[in-house]
């Protein structure tokens, strides 16, 4: 991903990672889970949270393309809850480039202080 050549794609996807994580509750969700997998039940101790409000933030994520859910393989009625790690190492990759201050580029101001024209510097005269 491009940081520099953004198109409509990538901007709809940022777009949701953004809106995603840009709800509190889910950013600390996210934040849980980067510390590793965890079950429903943890997550609502940890986080002091409803279990219907919390399956509803982490299937925002989920859609987000952050975090996906598998089964237990022993009782299938335990759902383990993890960061998509190839997601996350995309997202930090363009988030790198996107907010790297080397980007920043010196542009002539278009407004009536762009069109001042810088007056020659005057020599001392000897």
């Keep these: 991903m491009k940081a520099n050549s953004i ?3 990538i901007t709809a996807q940022t777009a949701a990672v953004l809106k995603a994580l840009g709800e ?3 950013l600390r969700i996210f934040a849980e889970l980067m510390r590793g997998d965890s079950c429903n ?3 609502a101790e940890q986080l002091e949270m409803p279990t219907n409000l919390l399956s509803h933030h982490l ?3 989920a859609e987000a393309g952050l975090v996906f859910s598998r089964r ?3 009782d299938s ?3 383990y809850y993890s960061v998509d790690r ?3 190492a995309r997202w930090q990759a363009w988030f790198a480039a996107f907010f790297d201050p080397d980007r920043i580029q010196t542009r002539t101001a278009c407004g009536p202080e762009g069109a001042l024209i810088p007056l020659p510097t ?3 005269r000897p």
């Design 86 to 88: 190839a997601a996350a």
């Design 72 to 74: 237990d393989r022993v």
């Design 59 to 61: 299937k925002v994520l």
């Design 7 to 9: 198109d409509f794609d």
């Design 24 to 26: 509190p509750n889910r």
């Design 77 to 79: 009625r335990w759902v």
């Design 41 to 43: 039940c943890e997550l």
């Design 122 to 124: 005057l020599s001392a």
